[in-house]
């Protein structure tokens, strides 16, 4: 049994195969009182045993809370010692430690109370450490400096990458358009510990009136990042990716082809192109690695800067290679012509201070952009479009 409490904020759904070897590895290396404050807000991660030193603790207690506990149970003759801790713990520092006697201790073992903070990639790290007295808790926290936090923290983080893509989950089904939820399936790869490196497909379905996450028997469609068409039973299914920030092709959506009459194509595409937007948005606050190429994203489009770590996840094999098309004289009013004008899986940067826009072509050879791309994307522009060029190239003359 895997002795944690976990809840994703902002997510319906929690990771679905947590690795217990990373979690079993934290309660053998530090103890079994734990737990973690995402982003030094709400106790994302804490051991079931924590209840036997703070009593009320929950997924919605923070940071603060944490402290307005200590502060109750910490002895009156400590509090000035107590104080000096917490105002430095409240600056989150690399690492912390103190300990304090405990006025109404649940049993005489949890009297003297350690307590070890380590600042991690994804918030305050906690660990209580309790003892009948000051120097039984001085011993065991002094375990912790002893573990290798690194390989802990590497244990992690597959864990709290599966809850960033769970909170891009979410934000899709919260903005899908009624008219297409009740036909939607949304699919997303994941990889079970367990299972090797084996890839495992999650669908997301709307039915008997809620959202549900299940595991996929049978995947009908090999991946494809073009739009393809199949029969499930006597209906025709459109599938077509989803993409963060016109970049990553996270999520696939099969929609069958007579609720996309109804809706419309032009709304359908709208409703992709805000999803774009919108997830882009929210990653770019993500830790995890798969979420990097976010961080460039500002005001709408990429940073220039972060060209060449974007084209590494489009084409990871010679992302150099990879064709980008200058536009000049744009303007903040222009990004939007751009976009829609352009491939939803075409990611856009823009230099202001130059005016220019480059368009990253994927899949696209530089014959195919100079013949037929650039001069398209000019007709329906008024502004001009330069000749096609790799990113080599680009940045060679940068």
């Known amino acids: 049994m895997l002795q944690w409490k976990m809840h ?31 982003n030094n807000a709400y106790l994302e991660l804490y051991s ?110 597959p864990w709290f990458s599966e809850e960033e893509i769970e909170r891009l989950a979410t934000e899709l089904i919260r903005t899908i358009p009624e008219g297409l939820a009740r036909g939607a399936l949304f699919y997303r790869e994941t990889y079970a510990p367990a299972r090797a490196g084996v890839s495992q497909t999650l669908v997301y379905e709307f039915k008997k009136d809620k959202w549900q996450r299940t595991v996929l028997d049978e995947e009908l469609l090999p991946p494809s990042l073009k739009t393809q068409a199949y029969r499930r ?60 190429f976010a961080t460039f994203w500002q005001n709408e489009t990429y940073q220039v800067e972060g060209l060449a770590t974007i084209a590494s996840v489009l084409f990871p094999e010679d992302p150099l290679s990879l064709v980008v098309l200058p536009i000049w004289n744009v303007t903040e009013n222009a990004l939007q012509d751009i976009r829609r004008a352009t491939r939803l899986s075409d990611p856009l940067f823009f230099d202001r201070d130059k005016g220019l826009g480059l368009l990253l072509l994927r899949d696209c050879p530089i014959e195919n952009a100079q013949s037929v791309v650039s001069p398209n994307l000019g007709k329906k522009l008024s502004i001009p479009v330069d000749l096609p060029l790799t990113v080599r190239d680009f940045l060679e003359s940068r």
């Open 48 to 157: 079931r045993y924590q209840t036997r030193i703070w009593p009320s603790v929950n997924h919605e207690k923070t940071y603060q809370d944490l402290f307005a506990f200590l502060e109750e149970s910490v002895r009156q003759e400590e509090r000035p010692q107590f104080s000096l801790f917490q105002e430095q713990a409240l600056a989150c520092p690399e690492t912390l430690a103190g300990s304090f006697s405990f006025s109404h201790p649940v049993s005489s073992d949890l009297s003297q109370v350690g307590i070890s903070m380590r600042r991690s990639p994804w918030g305050m790290h906690v660990i209580f450490s309790p003892g009948k007295n000051r120097s039984a808790v001085q011993q065991m926290l002094s375990t912790t400096e002893k573990v290798c936090w690194k390989t802990l923290w590497h244990g992690l983080e």
């Open 8 to 38: 994703v904020q902002d997510a319906m759904f929690t990771p679905p195969f947590p690795d217990k070897t990373a979690f079993h590895n934290l309660i053998d290396s530090l103890g079994v009182y734990q737990g973690l404050f995402r």
């Open 233 to 292: 039973k006597d209906e025709l299914i459109l599938r077509t990716n989803v993409f963060i920030g016109s970049t990553l092709p996270l999520f696939r959506i099969d929609i069958p082809y007579r609720t996309l009459e109804e809706f419309g194509l032009h709304p359908f595409r709208d409703f992709l192109s805000d999803y774009s937007v919108r997830s882009v948005r929210l990653a770019s606050g993500f830790t995890s690695d798969l979420f990097r």
